[in-house]
């Protein structure tokens, strides 16, 4: 069956992205197939402490091994900067650009703006910048990102929405680990125990056990995997697919890249793609409870609520445990070294040293087996699940090693070329059929040719020395050698010297990274607002009633239902304003657009900054904690993009100057884009339950939000911030 893909990006390449969180994920990315590689250097990006990145040095040399291999390389600077850092962060970034590295991937809105005022890099706006409308994709695009990575949760629908109406690059996660909450919009780790997401610090809450709800593991959601519809996802206009994982191991880079390589392949040729084959390396590699199809769908499978870690593949179940013996039914070969689990909660494994079928010992086998074990826990019955495949670690390690990568040149040397001295010299002269980069590179020698007084140096000896490249990615496919220079004496010395300089030459075409004139036309002077004063905001009309007798300067409603109430409230002065949700789609963007038109002058908190781009000159805006505003920076550059007021980020604290700050309540620790509990046990009419994390904290969880049980409290407030009172 034949896909007759309609690609609408058919004049651009498809890139596949892949993780790095070290020297050998990068070879196992590279060798695997990626068309572009990300990763992190020691500060200032989201996996600080979960891989181990590069520092300095290694920063250099793993760029230059990259693009030496026609990969691009972009690097994360994508968390949220405090005022103090600025000045570790932006020689980081110049640095990066020094090297070669093709874009760094932005969160921090501060940040971009200083970046294309100074420097001249490209740059991505990450996940963590919540990019899930039109409006903000448009937004991002006028203030100089080239390139949108989507939130996870945007539909197939949505995705091809907005590729139709910009043409913007626009990147998409097709593989990993899932967040339950918006990236960029989740504060419970920062909220208990001061780890925050947006900094780098997740503690990963999500993942962790919980009491009093319905299920031990609400919040755990299965991984993406999108094998089975890589040919809708490339006629949706996708520009990169990218694969998550850059704490996971260089094996399971290898494996996931290379599989997403080929599927990507044969779906451009419209050839079929071996779902179930490459589904079962993927579930071996590393799977919770079985993949997903993410949010491209509106899937109702996204969560594992009965274990957040490797599940592995399914193997038969234990017959027999004696004498230090464990006995199996496997359903599938085993192999020794193979890493087993067994039991439904998976904390009990080991690794295969031995391996018996029908007491004869095998290296690889199923059906009725056993093998050597010492470990408690495990009962007759219980499931097996291969949760580590030698053989599949050993294919792994097969790519790392591989690096065949060539880049194949046809080089002329002219023996005898006339210079502008009329001297005689050697001229080199690169083409390629494959790289248009590589075609027409020169070089000329500084050494002026001299007739031979005893032995000529004849072609061979010519051919020889220009066809050493070993330990390079050039090789010669075909070297033709014209002298017009007869008799001619060339020192070896000479000749390497031309093969060298010709290489540095083609090492530096490929070393070279895009340049970007950044649009600053929006900009205007900043005359920053009077933030002292006093607000409340609360999510009913009945509170709006209940605090009447208390001064605030401002009455903001978060509403349940944007419609016409809103309207009437605000007309009879009830409320100043409304705020916005973190989560909003085009859709939900229009049925705003259509009530704030219907009234003059409504205050309107924005937590998106599509919300700011749809309402400009329509309302009064105020830039809510959604926008992340955490340093100086961000807060003028919001400033400078309209807004009237910012509310700073929660982790900002006390000392943000013209800025308001939430003095105190109930703030949404989590936001969704949908209703876990609908999706994994059924909707319960949007009821509240608390449920208990493993340090005792108590949470309320909600339909598509969570919140804290007990109120946020900031204390001494300085620089004459405002204050924002939630009830």
């Known amino acids: 069956m034949e896909n007759n893909l309609n690609i609408k990006t058919q004049n651009k ?53 990259a693009k030496l291999r026609n990969v691009n390389v972009y690097i994360t600077v994508n968390t949220l900067v405090y005022n103090d850092e600025i000045d570790k962060v932006l020689p980081l970034i110049k640095t990066v650009s020094d090297f070669g590295a ?22 991505h706006a990450s996940t963590q910048m919540s990019c899930n409308n039109l409006d903000s994709v448009k937004l991002l695009k006028s203030i100089g990102i080239d390139r949108v990575v989507l939130a996870r949760e945007m539909s197939l629908e949505n995705i091809k929405y907005i590729r139709d109406n910009t043409d913007i690059e626009l990147e998409t996660f097709v593989h990993g680990a899932l967040c339950v909450s918006f990236s960029g919009q989740c504060a419970y780790s920062y909220l208990h125990g001061g780890r925050s997401a947006n900094r780098g610090a997740c503690a990963q809450p999500c993942r962790m056990e919980y009491t009093g709800g319905k299920t031990d593991y609400p919040l755990s959601t299965k991984d993406l995997m999108t094998i089975d519809i890589i040919p809708n ?13 850059r704490a996971k191991r260089s094996e399971y880079v290898a494996v996931t890249t290379s599989i997403y390589r080929h599927a990507i392949d044969l779906a451009l040729e419209n050839k079929d793609i071996p779902i179930q084959k490459y589904r079962e390396s993927l579930m071996k590699i590393f799977n919770r409870g079985g993949f997903s199809q993410g949010y491209y ?48 909660s998976g904390q009990v494994g080991m690794q295969i040293s031995d391996l018996y079928k029908d007491n004869i010992r095998v290296k690889r086998a199923k059906g009725n087996l056993s093998f050597s074990a010492v470990i408690k826990n495990v009962n007759v019955g219980d499931e097996v699940y291969r949760t580590t495949d030698k053989l599949q670690m050993d294919e792994a390690d097969k790519i790392i090693e591989s690096d065949n990568f060539k880049h194949l040149l046809d080089l002329n040397c002219i023996i005898g070329f006339n210079d502008i001295d009329d001297n005689k010299k050697i001229k080199l002269v690169v083409k390629s059929k494959y790289d248009g980069r590589l075609n027409n590179i020169e070089y000329i020698s500084d050494y002026t040719l001299q007739e031979a007084k005893t032995k000529a140096t004849t072609k061979e000896d010519i051919f020889n020395s220009l066809s050493k490249t070993g330990g390079t990615v050039f090789e010669f496919e075909n070297i033709n050698i014209e002298e017009k220079f007869k008799n001619p004496f060339i020192p070896v010395k000479i000749l390497n010297e031309a093969r060298r300089c010709i290489i540095e030459k083609l090492e530096n075409v490929l070393m070279q990274s895009k340049k970007i004139d950044y649009n600053k036309d929006f900009e205007k002077n900043i005359n920053y607002p009077n933030t002292n004063i006093k607000v409340l905001i609360t999510n ?26 809103i309207i009437k409230l605000f007309e009879n002065k009830k409320i100043d304003g409304i705020i916005l949700p973190h989560v909003t789609f085009d859709k939900d963007i229009e049925v705003i657009k259509s009530i704030v038109e219907k009234t003059n002058n409504m205050i309107v908190i924005c937590n998106n900054l599509g919300h700011i781009e749809a309402l400009k000159e329509k309302a009064i805006l105020w830039a809510g904690i959604g926008l992340n505003a955490i340093n100086n920076y961000t807060v003028d550059f919001l400033y400078k993009l309209g807004v ?49 994390d493993h340090k005792g904290n108590i ?29």
């Not at 009913?540 to 109430?565: A, G, Q």
């Open 13 to 65: 390449k498809i890139e596949l992205l892949a993780p790095v969180g070290d020297e050998r994920g990068l070879k196992a990315a590279v060798n695997a197939g990626a068309d572009a590689v990300y990763f992190g250097t020691k500060s200032f990006n989201a996996r600080v402490g979960a891989a181990e990145n590069f520092d300095e040095k290694a920063l250099e040399e793993n760029i230059k091994f």
């Open 233 to 245: 996802l490339l006629e949706s206009g996708i520009t990169s697919f990218k694969i998550e994982g």
């Open 540 to 565: 009913s009309e009945e509170k709006i009633n209940l605090y009447s007798d208390i001064h605030y300067d401002k009455k903001i409603l978060f509403p349940n239902v944007y419609d016409e109430n």
């Open 102 to 123: 093709d874009a760094i991937i932005v969160q921090d809105l501060g940040i971009i703006d200083i970046v294309r005022n100074n420097l001249n890099i490209a740059m």
């Open 297 to 344: 769908y509106n899937s109702k499978d996204i969560f594992e609520n009965y274990k957040p870690s490797h599940d592995g593949e399914y193997i038969g179940e234990v017959v027999a445990y004696k004498k230090n013996k464990i006995h199996i039914k496997a359903e599938k070969e085993l192999n020794v070294y193979d890493g087993l689990s067994f039991g439904d």
């Open 699 to 727: 949470v309320i969880f909600d339909c598509v939000k969570i919140y804290n049980k007990t109120s946020f409290i900031l204390e001494n407030i300085k620089n004459k911030t405002g204050e924002i009172y939630i009830k």
């Open 644 to 692: 009237d007021v910012v509310i700073s980020a929660i982790e900002a604290g006390k000392n943000l100057k013209h800025t308001l700050s939430i003095k105190e309540g109930l703030i949404p620790a989590m936001n969704f884009a949908f209703c876990p509990k609908s999706m994994s046990v059924g909707c319960s009419k949007c009821k509240e339950e608390d449920i208990i």
